[in-house]
């Protein structure tokens, strides 16, 4: 198809592939590749996502700043804000971390009203307490009802064998 102005109109299609593209084509793009895939396409602006891509680069030293500064500016379209990362952000292979998953958060929420810490020091407490200790917690702070209670007696007997 083709519009007013001759230009060519993409498919539905084709534009639902490109808004199907992955986060770590943009990463790889800006850390690694070094290669401006949004130039390419006219859909793939669509895909990136500066929040994602601010948190992965803020986890490494060399590209908090960079970092940073797209945080301080979060209206900025995505094309600027890649093309921005791009031209500052060295290339090197970075590995990616794993970030903080709910069932931490869960943990650290019962050692927080445990022992009456705060988020920090819950942190802490939590890389010295053991498996055991923190079931011992969680029993202790249950609030009760059925499922709970099921829940109570699985370890139980998990923790027996």
């Not at 060295?90 to 929420?109: M, Q, T, V």
């Amino acid at each position: 198809m083709v519009d007013l102005f001759g230009d060519a109109i993409p498919e539905k299609e084709q534009e639902e592939e490109y808004q199907k593209s992955k986060f770590f084509d943009y990463l790889n793009a800006v850390t690694y590749k070094k290669k401006n895939i949004m130039d390419e396409d006219l859909f793939i602006e669509r895909g990136y996502e500066p929040y994602k891509m601010n948190k992965f680069l803020s986890e490494h030293y060399d590209c908090i700043m960079r970092a940073n500064e797209m945080n301080f500016r979060p209206f900025t379209d995505s094309k600027l804000q890649f093309d921005y990362l791009i031209n500052t952000v060295r290339k090197n292979f970075r590995k990616a971390s794993k970030w903080l998953r709910p069932e931490n958060l869960y943990d650290i929420s019962c050692v927080q009203e445990y022992y009456n810490y705060s988020k920090g020091k819950a942190r802490v407490a939590l890389n010295i307490l053991t498996e055991k200790e923190l079931e011992v917690i969680k029993y202790k702070l249950r609030k009760g009802g059925k499922d709970n209670d099921r829940n109570v007696d699985r370890d139980r007997a998990q923790s027996t064998r």
